[in-house]
């Protein structure tokens, strides 16, 4: 098809890998786009195309490059499967509708396919994590005792951040195996523990395998809201773990979907909304310049580097936010005009929860409630502790929650 793009799967080895219809298509191509690595895997005779490397950074420059070869027959090479961490999702999202529905993906086999492959294990039984382009806490969020997780590696020095990120974590005794050059005669294995991990350098095409083993003295974090208190750095602004859960369920995270965390304190309610799913997205907005910095180190360290911390004052800091799925007010509630500018950013559908445990702010609570419905809670903890040689209840102050929907269909 004139014009068309096609987008094409490719492997470590290269050519001689290749499918015929994806051969064909690479030798009919007036352009062939992809990274130097991979144009270096086809053959000139074979392919004789005008070759241009993607520039960096890649994402902004694909419409203008796409559109200064517009109508000629463009192939883009991308490793294994374009629909996999690939840039077949890049183009699908970046180029007009007229031009996605022309576009012709043909897959190769994905390198976690091939490390499955070898290892024997149940592709759906296993979590990929990619740190291409991505930071290395993401990493700690999947971390779980006994668990099986692929990692696609940035590089040859990946896969000695890994090892001192399973030690520093407490899961030193985790088997690595790097699996280099999958699907090429190159392939080959490298087998260790975090512990113990010789390698400062691979080759830097490699995926890494995990085998969790978690320390019998290392902190135990769950996969849902609630986490210990103990797992957060904190000046005691903190949405305790108790309440913390019962906060996280009336938030009611979904993926993809977005968070204000209003008065983020340590940032644990938007820390755990973003640990619920990887798609998850939060913003944390904090007037004091150390607490804003304490989030951001509470996030990296939790796995969720990605949540933004912004420093202002609510509501005047929430100009310009994106418009959230769900805002959590916990502190600041009396500041005038923040849960008008709460509920005015809402869409319909929307949810707000706001805690306090004053009772200014829970006046403030109830007059909304009753204008706008919702749950109106109070939760009360209370923790065993010794009393003289027996024991007895320590009252925690007692938390007042407002939970809301905004009402109508979301466009």
């Known amino acids: 098809m004139n014009g068309a793009i096609s987008v094409v799967g490719i492997g470590a080895d290269g050519w001689d890998g290749l499918p015929a219809r994806s051969r064909r298509v690479l030798s009919a191509a007036e352009v062939l786009i992809g990274g130097p690595r991979q144009l270096g895997l086809l053959p000139a005779a074979e392919c004789p195309g005008e070759r241009i490397a993607w520039p960096s950074p890649l994402r902004p420059a ?10 000629r027959r463009i192939a883009v090479l991308a490793s294994g ?7 077949g999702r890049t183009l699908a999202e970046t180029v007009d509708a007229e031009r996605r529905a022309a576009l012709r993906v043909l897959p190769h086999p994905s390198s976690v396919s091939y490390a499955c492959a070898r290892l024997g294990w149940a592709l759906e039984a296993v979590e990929t994590l990619s740190l291409v382009g991505r930071p290395l806490a993401a990493l700690s969020a999947s971390l779980h005792d006994g668990r099986r997780l692929l990692v696609l590696s940035e590089g040859a020095e990946t896969p000695g951040a890994v090892a001192a990120l399973l030690r520093e974590k407490g899961f030193p005794e985790t088997r690595m195996r790097v699996l280099e050059q999958l699907g090429s005669d190159r392939e080959r294995i490298v087998d ?10 691979t080759d830097p095409l490699n995926v890494i395998a995990l085998d969790l083993v978690r320390s019998p003295g290392a902190p135990r974090l769950g996969a849902v809201p609630g986490l210990p208190d103990e797992a957060y750095e904190h000046d005691g602004q903190l949405t305790k773990r108790y309440v913390r ?3 996280l369920a009336a938030l009611a995270p979904a993926p993809g979907e977005l968070l204000w965390d209003i008065g983020g304190g340590s940032g644990s309610i938007g820390i755990e909304w973003m640990r619920t799913d990887r798609a998850c997205r939060a913003v944390a907005v ?6 804003a910095a304490r989030i951001a180190r509470n996030a990296s360290g939790l796995g969720v580097p990605a949540l933004r911390v912004v420093t202002a004052a609510a509501p005047g800091g929430l100009a310009g936010l994106p418009t959230p799925d769900a805002v959590f007010i916990g502190g600041g509630l009396t500041a005038p005009g923040l849960l008008d500018a709460c509920w005015d950013a809402l869409p319909a559908g929307g949810r707000l929860v706001a805690n306090t445990v004053t009772m200014e702010s829970e006046a403030l609570l109830a007059e909304r409630y009753r204008e706008h419905g919702g749950e109106l809670v109070r939760l009360a903890v209370a923790q065993a502790v010794p009393v003289g040689g027996f ?3 320590r009252q925690a102050m007692p938390v007042t929650q407002w939970s809301v929907t905004k009402p109508g269909v979301r466009a």
């Open 62 to 71: 694909v419409p203008g490059l796409l559109a200064a070869h517009e109508g």
């Open 286 to 291: 904090e007037k004091d310049p150390e607490r």
């Open 192 to 201: 260790g523990t975090a512990a113990t991990w010789p390698h400062e350098r």
């Open 391 to 393: 024991t007895g209840w």
């Open 245 to 247: 859960a019962a906060t």
């Open 81 to 87: 499967d374009p629909m996999f961490y690939g840039i």
